[in-house]
């Protein structure tokens, strides 16, 4: 008889593979989250919102700034940072993707610091009411979306699984 230490099995973790389909999943649900509470904010500004505050370009620049670090984040892979990436001409290119990685952060980082100050200087600082204030704060929510969103699908495309094997010639 097999004896064990507790009365009921430890659960399977999820394979690999498992965790990163639902990382790029929950990662493109959080973007379309983001982009939704902003798209949200610009009609009903445009056709439901009385008042003469509506969204303008000013509030669309944190959001681009957004996507575009987003784009640029995920464009670098993960094995060209670490510094055993070497070009065939002998040069260590491990030092340029880590400065398009920090531009990325960077534009991310600014489109979040963009989205508060919108919000502070557009619609908390003149002390409009809610349904106007809530144009600011959906931009703001929107930025934290897709930085989270674009952290999750960072970490879930490079997810190293233990029988990943990279042929080179």
């Known amino acids: 008889m097999e004896s064990r230490l507790f009365r009921f099995p430890l659960p399977t973790l999820p394979s690999a593979q498992t965790l990163r389909i639902f990382g790029v999943y929950s990662s493109g649900g959080l973007f379309a989250l983001g982009i939704w509470f902003f798209l949200d904010a610009a009609i009903f500004s445009k056709y439901a919102n009385p008042g003469t505050v509506h969204v303008q370009f000013v509030d669309w620049i944190p959001s681009i700034c957004s996507v575009l670090g987003m784009i640029v984040i995920n464009s670098i892979e993960k094995a060209r940072l670490s510094a055993e990436s070497f070009s065939f001409s002998g040069s260590n290119d491990a030092w ?33 009411p809610f349904p106007t204030l809530y144009f600011g704060i959906a931009n703001v929510v929107a930025n934290s979306l897709i930085m989270l969103s674009t952290v999750v699908l960072w970490v879930s495309q490079n997810f190293e699984d233990e029988y990943n094997y990279s042929l080179a010639l």
């Open 96 to 128: 340029k993707a880590r400065l398009v990685l920090f531009l990325g952060f960077a534009l991310m980082a600014g489109g979040l610091a963009g989205s508060v100050c919108v919000l502070v200087l557009k619609y908390v600082v003149p002390e409009y």
